[in-house]
């Protein structure tokens, strides 16, 4: 009976111990940076980094933020869901932390994070 009880506290603080060591990874582990030229179809799906100039900036009645960003002459949209009123402007230099996916027959990143560097 003792050793049984012994073996449950030691697999609960073991769970335990995982559980905070996922949480602190989840924080500071970062997601692949990929430069705006190389977003193609194999990054479908994943979630990524990318930076890029501001070219244009569009937010909806519904809290939905589109952010045109451009770089090298490769571009792609950024859409961010709930989001508040932004400050971007034209020509911000920016970061975008995001789930690359497909609307209409176009590659987009369905942002979780953007700001600017």
């Known amino acids: 009976m003792q050793s049984e009880a012994k073996i449950i506290k030691y697999s609960l603080l073991a769970i335990i111990a995982g559980l905070v060591g996922l949480y602190l990874a989840s924080i500071y582990i970062e997601p692949e940076k990929i430069p705006l030229s190389e977003i193609d179809e194999k990054f479908l799906g994943k979630f990524i980094s990318t930076e890029g100039f501001v070219r244009e900036v569009k937010f909806s009645n519904s809290s939905t933020l589109f952010v045109t960003i451009e770089n090298n002459q490769s ?18 230099f920016i970061l975008v932390k995001g789930e ?9 990143l369905v942002a979780k994070e953007i700001r600017m560097i």
């Open 75 to 92: 571009r792609i949209i950024a859409i961010q869901f709930g989001a508040s009123d932004t400050h971007l402007a034209i020509g911000d």
């Open 100 to 108: 690359v996916s497909r609307y209409k027959g176009e590659l987009e």
